[in-house]
């Protein structure tokens, strides 16, 4: 993966952004996301939602099944040119329940002036398909 990146401290960026949606403040969490971002989770549970908007409806929606959750980034890495991997740690526990399910999803980020532009979740089986995309996409960023 390239050592340069175009958005400085982009960890930082990522962690901020995970931390915050832990937190349950979808007004920051959102903060680091464009108007018009894309989180595409066709690999995951079939959907593609865009725009802060529909984001935030989508995340309240996902959040009002759960008594706690949170999500934990155990591996940022900054691939270069906008472009970050992370693999994240979903811990939940549903409304009414004693027990916590986990779930850990590799996710690719592209960004542009520090914002999200793009994310792409894949399932935790597609590990290294979702490390590849993102050293693809940040060489792809590089040349073009």
């Known amino acids: 993966m ?3 990146s175009t ?3 982009l960890v930082g960026l990522m962690r901020r952004g995970f931390e915050a949606i832990s937190t349950g403040d979808l007004d920051e969490a959102l903060r680091f996301l464009t108007h018009d971002a894309v989180v595409d989770m066709t690999r995951t549970i079939g959907v593609v939602v865009q725009g802060r ?3 935030r409806a989508f995340q309240k929606d996902w959040l009002a099944g759960y008594d706690e959750v949170a999500y934990t980034a155990e591996e940022i890495v900054d691939a270069g040119n906008g472009v970050a ?13 004693a027990g916590y399910l986990t779930q850990r ?4 980020l592209i960004t542009e002036d520090g914002r999200v532009v793009r994310m792409i979740i894949y399932p935790e089986s597609e590990l290294d398909e979702a490390r590849a995309a993102a050293e ?7 040349d073009g």
Request: hydrophobic content about 35%; glycine content about 4%; aromatic content about 4%.
């Open 53 to 55: 908007d529909a984001l």
């Open 85 to 97: 991997f992370v693999r994240v740690l979903q811990t939940a526990r549903p409304k009414g329940t």
């Open 136 to 142: 693809r996409l940040a060489e792809e960023r590089a």
């Open 2 to 4: 390239s050592d340069e």
């Open 105 to 108: 999803e590799p996710n690719v």
């Open 7 to 9: 958005t400085p401290d």
